[in-house]
């Protein structure tokens, strides 16, 4: 099953142990080799701690309407002790507001949102929203995650919307 984005900002932390929210999850660790996200920066609740924790989708025991559900606060980390994922967390990737290209360099605009599968943490889809000039409907193009060619700091490519596509239906009627 595919959600969006922004079902997974902001989420309660649930501890099965306590039977209470821990922290809220507020922004993703995302991998952008792979597109898979490795876990969450969260914030404590109740406590005045700025410094924020990590929690690891390994972790997640179920993803429950009210939000994330762990065993225990002991699944919360500090970023400093992983190790693992300290190169992924010191690049910063965010994917929304990305610029998205095409590979012959043309722009189509930036990743407005993006839907993942919530079994595997994964990113599946973007939602490139538009320049308003450019589309005059207001929707967005939505690129699959087997189009992309290739994401670097500033801007994910695509391969061409209308590549592989056979020039007959390329005409319309």
Not at 2 to 28: C, F, H
Not at 97 to 120: C, I, P
Request: glycine share 6%; proline share 6%; net charge negative.
């Amino acid at each position: 099953m595919l959600k969006l984005s922004d079902t997974i900002m902001n989420q309660p932390v649930l501890s099965l142990r306590t039977g209470g929210p821990i922290a809220v999850a507020y922004e993703p660790i995302i991998n952008p080799n792979n597109l898979k996200i490795e876990g969450f920066y969260c914030q404590e609740a109740g406590r005045n701690n700025k410094n924020p924790l990590a929690l690891l989708t390994q972790d997640i025991r179920e993803w429950i309407p009210q939000g994330f559900a762990v065993n225990d606060h002991e699944d919360l980390s500090e970023p400093d002790d992983l190790l693992r994922l300290q190169p992924i967390m010191k690049l910063q990737f965010e994917l929304l507001g990305k610029a998205v290209y095409t590979q012959n360099k043309k722009r189509l605009g930036k990743v407005a949102d993006f839907a993942l599968d919530v079994e595997s943490f994964t990113v599946e889809k973007l939602y490139v929203g538009q320049n308003i000039v450019k589309n005059f409907s207001g929707t967005s193009l939505v690129v699959d995650k087997n189009q992309i060619v290739e994401i670097t700091d500033k801007r994910i490519i695509i391969r061409d919307p209308l590549q592989g596509v056979p020039q007959a239906a390329m005409v319309s009627a």
